[in-house]
């Protein structure tokens, strides 16, 4: 059982390079989501989907795309690298359905270690 | 507002010594759950232990506990008989209703490091 797979685990950009992160799960869950985790920050949403073709913004977007066309699969795009995107980014799935979703908790992929020079 | 608190950044403790990581949340939502994480120096994320807003009892998890005060609005994870392993970043984690700016998200902690030493 895979559970969330990430990749690349590293991936070094030039500003102004464009990248996709892939993230992939086998669990049929229906939320899925990606955090940025910086020094001191703990972890921040930059988007997220509650199911196949819905996605939403989360606390801090500005500079990523996503697309969810399948339940298994929710890409980020890095559209113009900045060094202010060096980070390490994880992709994070759950249930949603009624009754089992709340206590729920996420399950992590091991992270992307993104360094744009 | 920051919703989730972690006042700790670092703590050490001593092998087979109990500790208490302190994590105080923010809410006027009276549905909520709350998620304590562990990530080791390999830089996975592993999920410990839950405890929803309504659950009269604390949680426990082996040698986890969750020391629920909701009036306080404090969620503080105690780790027993702390060994080696245990040595790694906590985070709170805090999950509210679904709304349209977070969906099913968490709100995470900034983290505390814990150190045990021999």
């Known amino acids: 059982n895979a559970g969330v797979t990430q990749t690349p685990k590293f991936q070094v950009l030039k500003t102004g390079q464009s990248m996709t992160l892939q993230c992939a799960q086998d669990m049929n869950h229906e939320y899925m989501s990606w955090y940025r985790q910086d020094p001191g920050m703990g972890l921040r949403l930059i988007h997220y989907s509650v199911g196949a073709g819905i996605t939403d913004q989360g606390e801090v977007p500005n500079g990523y795309n996503v697309s969810r066309s399948t339940t298994e699969d929710f890409p980020l795009r890095l559209l113009s690298a900045a060094p202010s995107q060096t980070s390490v980014y994880f992709c994070?799935?759950?249930?949603?359905?009624?009754?089992?979703?709340?206590?729920?908790?996420?399950?992590f992929g091991n992270g992307t270690r993104l360094t744009v020079t | 507002a920051q919703k989730i608190t972690q006042t700790q950044p670092g703590m050490f403790v001593q092998e087979k010594e109990a500790v208490t990581l302190d994590c105080t949340y923010d809410?006027?939502?009276?549905?909520?759950?709350l998620f304590w994480y562990k990530q080791p120096s390999s830089g996975e994320m592993i999920f410990l232990i839950y405890?929803?807003?309504?659950?009269?009892q604390n949680a426990t998890e082996g040698r986890y506990s969750l020391n629920f005060q909701k009036a306080r609005k404090s969620a503080n994870l105690v780790i027993s008989a702390s060994q080696l392993g245990d040595s790694a970043m906590y985070f709170c984690a805090m999950r509210e209703p679904p709304n349209s700016n977070s969906g099913y998200a968490l709100n995470f902690g900034k983290g505390t490091s814990l150190l045990v030493t021999p």
């Open positions: 809410t006027s939502d009276p549905s909520y759950g």
């Open positions: 994070a799935s759950s249930y949603r359905r009624p009754g089992i979703t709340y206590n729920s908790p996420l399950h």
């Open positions: 405890q929803g807003s309504y659950d009269q």
